[in-house]
């Protein structure tokens, strides 16, 4: 059997981390997607267990103190994380999961799991990526300015990543990313 793998995937919010995630997911049955916990409200359309597991703040800091997270921040007000549960099983039986995460969660990762592949997705351009954000419609004004201010310190992390991907055209950062993982 193949060893089990660790991929995280960081870059600012907008950038489309989410879409290529699912074109991976779809193509490659050895990946898996790691679900976070959250504390943000629930977008239209998303389902629980499927996007996030919601919960609440005193939930949330509850994992934490009890050391249920393997990563966790705070992002444009909201908490996110990554719990062990199922993670270190799922690598112990030869999958390669997928942590879809901010800078700080990354770096923390980068001490947990010194092993893991980390790779940073970047923007065309600023401008570009404050076109998507406002396209998704998702977001309230003062949620975007929170999310621009946050992608500028994120980009200006990037170097600290094993590898850098440029999602202009989907199709050729999805190859970046295949031939990073060396996925046929
Ligand atoms: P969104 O609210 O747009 O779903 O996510 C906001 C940001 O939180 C994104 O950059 C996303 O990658 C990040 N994120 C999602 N789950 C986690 C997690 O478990 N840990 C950390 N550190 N960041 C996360």
């Not at 999958?95 to 010194?114: D, M, S, Y």
């Not at 991907?165 to 993982?181: F, H, M, Q, W, Y």
Request: negative net charge; aromatic residues 8%.
């Amino acid at each position: 059997m193949k060893a089990g793998k660790l991929i995280v995937l960081t870059g600012p919010s907008g950038v489309g981390k989410g879409t290529l995630v699912r074109s991976l997911l779809n193509r490659h049955g050895e990946l898996c997607l790691s679900i976070s916990v959250t504390t943000r409200e629930p977008r239209e359309g998303e389902v629980e267990g499927q996007h996030y597991y919601f919960v609440s703040r005193a939930r949330f800091e509850e994992m934490v103190e009890a050391g249920e997270l393997a990563e966790w921040a705070e992002f444009a007000g909201n908490f996110y994380g990554t719990p062990y549960f199922g993670l270190k099983q799922e690598i112990g039986e030869g999958k390669w999961v997928i942590l879809e995460i901010e800078l700080e969660g990354a770096r923390q990762i980068r001490n947990n799991f010194p092993e893991a592949l980390r790779i940073f997705i970047l923007p065309p351009s600023c401008d570009e990526l404050e076109r998507r954000l406002r396209s998704r419609g998702q977001d309230s004004e003062s949620a975007i300015a929170r999310r621009l201010l946050r992608a500028k310190a994120e980009i200006a992390a990037a170097g600290e990543f094993d590898f850098q991907v440029i999602n202009d055209d989907l199709e050729v950062a999805l190859k970046g990313l295949e031939s990073i993982l060396s996925l046929e």
